[in-house]
């Protein structure tokens, strides 16, 4: 089956992409792979010393990643065949591994809209994924 790969990490964001990829699917007769990665904490990181990103992120357990994302997948499995694929890395990096691993048609990805300090500080997956990806992606504003 054709699938579509959506990065998801819970965020408004996030959320429009998936809505994004569902109405694509729909159109393409694709099923939909959600892709939730979830950043290891550094090497010898204690909680209260965590910049507040890694802090929030590392707040987000195993049971209830695994909650919001089968939330949203049965969300968008009312319209479309969809699945969850949940691992630890660094998200660009896992939705492209995973895209490439499912032969993904296409990659779809939700972005904050941070300019200049903000997105040099925090990073853009949005960016990374469209940089490095070999298929077409979809980068869905906030």
Do not use: C
């Amino acid at each position: 089956m054709t699938v579509i790969v959506v990065g998801v990490d819970f965020s408004e964001p996030s959320k429009k992409a998936l809505d994004a990829a569902v109405a694509l699917a729909k159109g393409l007769g694709a099923g939909l792979v959600l892709v939730h990665a979830n950043m290891p904490l550094p090497a010898g990181a204690k909680r209260g010393h965590l910049d507040p990103v890694t802090q929030l992120r590392s707040d987000v357990d195993a049971d209830e990643v695994k909650l919001l994302t089968d939330t949203w997948a049965e969300q968008a499995g009312k319209s479309v065949k969809a699945e969850v694929v949940a691992l630890e890395g660094k998200p660009a990096d896992v939705v492209l591994d995973v895209a490439k691993t499912r032969k993904a048609l296409y990659v779809v990805v939700g972005s904050h809209g941070r300019t200049g300090i903000r997105r040099a500080v925090l990073g853009s997956v949005a960016q990374a994924v469209v940089l490095a990806s070999p298929i077409p992606v979809l980068v869905v504003p906030a």
